[in-house]
């Protein structure tokens, strides 16, 4: 067993990492916890595999569970998903001394984050991620949020989880295609702090699905990294930022081609490649080094657009993009493997220039 603690003073809380600990979930919160009622947020695909697993173990460490189930995909990320959820935890009789877990991928996590940081002004949270992406990315660093039709994340609020608990066995049950989108998250973190790990993932990328300790290893630095960058910085004034590498074009491709039609995980490889043929362009980077980044993204999470969109509307939404700053879009670009920099003066042209060329 893995543990990594996320240092936010009165907030902190600790991320546990094992091959096959789901069982065990129900004594881990007994021995930290005092909540006398959990109710558990999963979606239509997770439900079947481990809502009954979960809730048995929650019921028999002594703690009421309550299992309510969302349709699978983005679409769920809304409002009028969230006031639904809302009535179904009155009808529980959750207070104060209730949590909200979330069993499942990113939508999940992030709606009952959303959920759990509003309900009664907030009551605790247990992020139990089962997708890769989510393990190594949307269950750590408190970001919770639903969707509007027009822009993606754009409702919601920086709310810590009281324990993230990543059991990499459910990973098995994953499809591939979910697999490959987890790991421009982890390859991400290489570009962006690591350079060693990136060396790593270049050799160890292709067989992580065969090795449960390269799993736990890729799963647990990718943690590290993301615990490091938010203990630095909560609420993305600065050094957070970095974390959204590849996010700026990738949230505007989610957003006009239809979210779920890409996979999230597949937009930000794409917008990966995309900002790191920009860094190209500006010199910030050498052709070896872009093609590194290309080759690994590319052989990691093969995908392409469905269609071309159309290019000013792609501008268009990425000027509503909530990380912008005083009207300008913001890009992470990569300065080398390792570091990455913020830029707000990257212009249309430049932006229209490296997606001719991609």
């Known amino acids: 067993m893995e543990q990594i603690a996320l240092n936010l003073g009165e907030r902190s809380y600790k991320i546990i990492i094992a091959d096959g600990i789901l069982d065990d979930i129900g004594y881990i919160i ?12 999963t979606d239509s695909n997770v439900s079947k595999l481990y809502a009954g697993r979960v809730a048995a173990s929650l019921e028999n460490a002594g703690l009421q569970a309550f299992v309510e189930e969302i349709p699978a995909g983005e679409s769920s990320k809304s409002l009028a998903r969230a006031e639904e959820l809302y009535n179904a935890a009155l009808d529980c009789r959750l207070d104060r001394n209730s949590a909200i877990m979330a069993l ?3 939508v999940v996590g992030d709606l009952a984050g959303f959920i759990a940081a509003t309900y009664m002004r907030g009551i605790a949270c247990i992020q139990v991620p089962t997708t890769l992406l989510a393990q190594v990315d949307s269950s750590v660093g408190g970001k919770v949020a639903v969707n509007l039709q027009r822009a993606k994340n754009i409702v919601g609020a920086f709310y810590q989880p009281s324990l993230v608990v990543i059991d990499s066995s459910v990973l098995s049950s994953l499809p591939d295609r979910e697999f490959r989108e987890g790991l421009a998250e982890v390859i991400k973190y290489g570009v962006i702090k690591d350079a060693g790990f990136f060396r790593w993932l270049e050799e160890n990328a292709s067989r992580l699905r065969l090795s449960s300790s390269d799993l736990v290893y890729a799963i647990k630095r990718s943690c590290e990294i993301k615990a490091g960058v938010v203990s630095q910085d909560e609420t993305e004034q600065g050094i957070r930022r970095i974390l959204n590498y590849g996010h700026t074009v990738g949230h505007a491709l989610e957003t006009i ?4 039609t890409l996979l999230h ?5 794409l917008g990966m490649v995309f900002e790191a043929r920009i860094a190209l362009l500006r010199g910030i980077i050498d052709e070896r080094t872009f ?6 993204v590319r052989s990691a999470v093969p995908v392409v657009m469905p269609y071309e969109p159309d290019r000013d509307r792609l ?12 009207e300008k879009i913001v890009f992470i670009l990569p300065e080398t493997l390792g570091r990455v920099g913020v830029y707000t003066d990257v212009t249309k042209e430049e932006i229209l220039q490296a997606f001719t060329i991609g």
């Open 265 to 269: 995980g597949e937009a930000v490889a």
């Open 291 to 296: 093609l590194r980044i290309e080759g690994m």
């Open 257 to 260: 081609f239809g979210y779920g």
């Open 30 to 41: 007994k021995r930290q916890f005092s909540w006398k009622k959990i109710m558990i947020i």
């Open 315 to 326: 501008i268009e939404i990425m000027s509503l993009d909530k990380k912008n700053l005083n």
């Open 104 to 106: 499942g991928g990113g």
